[in-house]
């Protein structure tokens, strides 16, 4: 009896507090740049407000978007999807910055056509970026995660941490695609 309430609990406290099934990834480091929002097909999620490890995230520089009911509104197989982000900085850096979307639904980001944004910029004070994307119609119908990292003089990889900077995981849903994953 103790072992399936043992397991009941452990089921019910991740559906309670759970958390992005993505490989771990996050900054170590904070002072001077961070992302104080990023709006992904009209839906705008709030990040850091400043330049210390106490101005956001859990933990630091961290934001699960993808256990909310903040979802990123449903993306369309063959639709262009928008997306624009805010970062700030204290000085004239380079900052880094990746949009990945798992198309086939498997957990894991580093699949071929995955990578959907990628953009460096060194400027100094608060920097608006707008781009577009589009979502393949050869994807998986269904729930997907996403995650947006940007990171100080370097490249972010997806899983892992690194100095400065912030990472958001989101999940939404895609719509009207082939899904070559499905026999007919």
Known sequence: MRVFIFILFSLLSNVIY???????????????????????NGKTFTGSNGFSSSSGGSPAGYYDYAYTKDTIPRLKAGQSINISYTAVTNGN???????????????????A????????????????????????????????????????????TICGTYPYGNTFDFKTTITGAKDPFRCS
Not at 26 to 31: D, E, G, H, L, Q
Not at 117 to 130: D, E, F, P, R
């Open 93 to 111: 850096y380079m900052e880094y910055f990746k949009l990945w979307i798992d198309f086939n639904g498997n957990g894991v980001l580093t699949d």
């Open 113 to 156: 056509g995955e990578l959907v944004h990628s953009s460096n910029y060194s400027w100094l004070g608060t920097k608006t970026v707008t781009a577009t994307f589009t979502v393949p119609t050869t994807v998986f119908n269904g729930e997907v995660y996403m995650r947006f990292v940007m990171q100080y003089s370097g490249s972010p």
């Open 18 to 40: 759970g958390q992005s099934p993505l490989c771990a990834s996050r900054p170590t480091t904070f002072c001077c740049e961070y992302v104080s929002s990023v709006t992904i």
